[in-house]
């Protein structure tokens, strides 16, 4: 996957379903925008946009052009703008559908092409079949969004009617977190590296701490999210593929096959979830960065009475070789205290405590923390003796900051895993056996949900959570880097 970033893909239209919606105006256009810049979009390449809302190519323009100007990663250029704009082309269709495919098959006009569903699940299996009914679905990769069903069962049952129209080897699921390219600086720190694979597994850690914590409330989405919830939303995909890179083996080659094969591994030895190691919480009225936030049952399209869950947390147990005994604590949520992912590794205690008696008791065992974001890097917490005659010790801080090192700004998710789906490359895509061990894991929990506890917004998550821990506590998520830390 890493020598893919300069290639330029082969002839093919992108047509994207729900080209109006959030999805399209937020991220796949601007992602899109930015690709050209580069001149990393196909040569031949038009952009057809469907969506129900009336509009022409013109009007399509348009709309691009605010996506671009509010939400571009480098900003608006005309010039680059009008370039990007010459590919644009719009086509209105009907809810149900009906004849889009048609409609469809006269305005393409390469023999590939790469299908982006950004619509509701509900709508997938019908747009398949319109594509399948007028003879495009040869030729037709299809990008789709999560969430991939909503249990084991529902998940089982959109592959089949996937596969129906596309093969697997056509369809790409997307997980917008294995774009970030700290998720992928994952691997190569750990199987680039001599030193760190040594210390990555159960001799050396204790405990593995993985958290995605935001600090927006659901905003707008109160109807979606009242059907989702954060298991399904964010555990069941972006942490779960945290985790399965964590604790993967190093796969034969980074073929996507071989890496995927080592991620489901990780996925099917996970113990299925006992829903006594769950806590559910929902978030009440606070104050987040000094604003305050209404609770989440006072937002729109929620039930005042609702019981869905805006942050989870659990431990798990990995049981494979290399993990067996450790235990993972995963958290997520919303209207926390502030944003940040990060992969926390604890290592065990030193053996002997050889100051005991010099005034130290306590050392803090070493910690190592991949910050997924913000503030992307890597640091490694150890003991240091302070200059002295005698001997007292603190910890301190090695850190890479990828700000600092690189000087640039990492490339958005989207435009990532866009360009390597146009390229058909699978790498960085959840393949159907990763998502259905993923809902495996968590059918427990679904089938048996834990009561739901609340949480001020602005706060750490419900206090509950700490029951969950065997020892030690929850990363403060409101740490700061450390002053003495040293840059690498
Ligand atoms: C999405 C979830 O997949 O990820 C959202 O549906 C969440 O609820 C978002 O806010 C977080 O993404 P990021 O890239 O901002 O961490």
Known sequence: MAQSHLRVPPAQDLLIFGATGDLAQRKLIPALYELSLQGLLPRKCEILGTATKELGDHGFQEIAREAVQQFSRTGFQR?????????LRYLTTTHDQVGTGDKLAKALKLPRRLVYLAVPPSAVVTILDELKGAGLARGSSVIIEKPFGHDLQSAVALNVALHKTVPEDRIFRIDHYLGKETVQNLLVFRFGNTLVERIWNRDVVDQVQLTVAEDIG??????????????????????????ALTCMSPPSSFDPEALRDEKVKVLKSIRPVDPSEVVRGQYTRGSVNGAMMPGY??????????????????????????WAGVPFYLRCGKALSTRRTEVMLFCRDV???????????????????IRIQPEEGISLSFMAK???????????????S??????????????????????????????????????????????????????????EGPEAANSLLFSGAWHDLSHHADPRATRG
């Open 297 to 322: 049952r006072e937002g729109e399209g929620v039930s005042p009475d609702s019981t869905t869950e805006t942050y989870v947390a659990m431990r798990l147990a990995v049981d494979t070789w290399e």
């Open 386 to 400: 302070q200059p002295g005659a005698t001997v007292v010790e603190q910890p301190v801080r090695m850190d890479f």
């Open 402 to 459: 990828y700000g600092q090192s690189f000087k640039t700004q990492p490339a958005e998710a989207y435009e990532r895993l866009l360009h390597d789906a146009l390229l058909g490359d699978h790498t960085l895509f959840i393949r159907q056996d990763e998502t259905e061990a993923a809902w495996a894991a968590l059918e427990p929990v679904l089938e048996q949900m834990p009561r739901i506890t609340f949480y001020p917004a602005g706060s």
């Open 218 to 243: 659901i905003e707008s989405r109160g109807h979606l999210y009242e059907e989702t919830g954060a298991i399904r939303d964010i555990f069941q995909n972006h942490l779960l593929q945290l985790l």
């Open 79 to 87: 010039d680059g703008f009008a370039e990007f704009a010459k590919r």
């Open 351 to 369: 053996p002997l405590h050889l100051f005991a008696g010099t005034g130290i008791e306590h050392l803090t065992p070493n910690r190592l923390t």
